[in-house]
């Protein structure tokens, strides 16, 4: 990821772009007016091509550009990652201040991942008769430390109010409104997972526990939505619910009914959000409320019905998404029922397969639109704010959909596909001509769009900042660290156990790290999309890496070696695979930089860790083709 817009170092003055009017100093019980618009993902080089190719399409860019002295190019965190970059924004500290380094995070008892960002509960059990149980646990909280900036101003006095906040669960208060943004997990699981009920699902997808295979019966399905995971059951298995489809072919068109909801889709429409309740024990003592949405994809002829992740009900939520806690159903009030997970925009839907690249980015759209909603009441609230003071407002929209799309607007990309590239994107622009080869730009244009909405709102004496957290580059090819480190004897498997298969391979099973490494002789591993550890003793849980001169001399070693990897694939002509491999000892500071990585390793533009390392898993290949 290149350099970011504005460099994410917690000094959350720093502009952008600004206003030429100076800033009115506070007079009795007033604030100067600051408004920051957050734009995941926005890379300064890209911003600047839109601006020169669509000078009448990105007309308030520019205009900021002009008050503020250009576009600022500064560094952004090590690793470029979101949760750290927002995180030294949120404190004003590095890694090993706040200690967030990176999405995942690893148990070093259990080899285990971790979340990055929130701490690993404790559970204890206790028994009953039959199949229930008791939990008794500690629920994970921020793993995040240092107070956040809206706090601070609080105690101050200074109003703040924060929209969808990156690493703002559970909430932080101020003195305003607060909302959670990415890192909130949703009802069913931590990032939350889509479902496809399909009467035909393709033999890649039939272990995939997201895909229910349906049967219709004289026009009826019955099926189930899935749920949390029950803690009060043996083996916590999700919680289910009936789902009842009935189709009428002939009208083209499908009935749902979920509890004592129904609604009627018809192939290629969305449905709003639909309440449902998940009991976690009889006579609903204890339940968790959700909120779903559908999407029918086709009824002929196959049936394919799109379930969206369950998503925390913001009007009852299982866990505050805002604060204070009645935010979240003024909102829902004002807005309607909203996306609430961190990641809305169904990534995992698209990577799985269960929506096509027109069907992801109508998703996208769909909350994009909902977050316009939510600036425009933002943007109210502000203006009758007569103190003053702070509103911060998150976009996710072009860092998600940069991520998914990016393939289809380079053509060195080895998941380009130039017949996908040519599909008119008319309908999600609005500007004749365009096609999803041209979608970056576009991106940029609807955010053009928003930040025309901001400056028509705020006055002249309100200064106003564009902020980015990190750029953005391809992402041609796969490295594996944990692979790489079993190929060179760094990383030791079990007697018998070896690297997983392909993925479409009928005999694949996931190698964890956890269960397959044989760790009396392993030295090194990987965990988190840049994390290297070693397994050093007194630390892991079966550590044999003695602290001191024999770590440091593995280090150099790992380091170098990594650092000399060269793509021997004619295509990228040697690349280097991995630009630095830096220690984390002598980049961080702070409290906590013991628990950073031994090795935050640094991949080169075209480059990154696989999903499946990074989840400390040992795939089948050291270095592949990004196809997904």
Known sequence: MRASTIAALGVWWLVACGSKAPVAGPTAGSYPRVVVLGIDGLDPDILQEAMQRFPERMRNFQALADQGGGIHRLGTSTPPQSPVAWSNFITGLNPGGHGIYDFIHRDPKTYREAP?????????????PGPWKFPLSDAGDSNR???????QLGDAGVPASVWRMPINFPVEASKGWSFSGMMTPAVDSAYGQPTLYTTDPPIARIADPKVRRIQIRNGRVRTQLSGPANPFRDGEPNVQVPLDLFVDAEAGAVALQLQDQNLV??????SQFVKVQFDLLPMGAQSVAGIVRFYLRGIEPELELYASPVNIDPTDPISPVS??????????????LYYTQGMAEDVNGLKKRLLDDDEFMAQANLVLQERNRMLSLALQRYAAEDRGGLLFFYYSTVDLCAHMMWRLSDSEHPD????????????????????????LMDLYLKMDGVLGEIRASIGPD???????DHGF?????IFSLNTWLWEQGYLVLKEGQAPELAPLDPSFVPVYLASAV???KTRAYGMGFNGLYLNLKGREGEGIVAPGAEADALLTQIQTELEALRDDDPRWSGARIIVEAEWGSRIYHGARTAEAPDLVVGYNAGYGNSDESSLGRVPYAVLRDNLG
């Not at 889709?265 to 969305?270: E, F, H, R, T």
């Not at 604060?323 to 309607?336: H, M, Y």
């Not at 996908?420 to 979608?439: L, N, Q």
């Open 518 to 520: 044989d760790w009396s």
């Open 473 to 477: 580059a391809p992402f041609h090819r």
């Open 416 to 439: 380009f596909d130039p017949e996908v590239a040519a599909h008119s994107s008319e309908w999600w622009t609005g500007r004749p001509g365009s096609t999803w080869k041209d979608i």
């Open 323 to 336: 604060q204070p806690e009645s935010a979240s159903q003024t909102l829902a009030d004002e807005i309607g």
């Open 116 to 128: 990055g960002t929130q701490t690993v509960a404790e559970h204890h059990d206790w028994n009953m």
């Open 265 to 270: 889709l018809v192939p290629g429409q969305w």
């Open 145 to 151: 430390s240092g107070r956040a900036f809206w706090s």
């Open 462 to 468: 309100t200064l106003l900042l564009v902020i980015s």
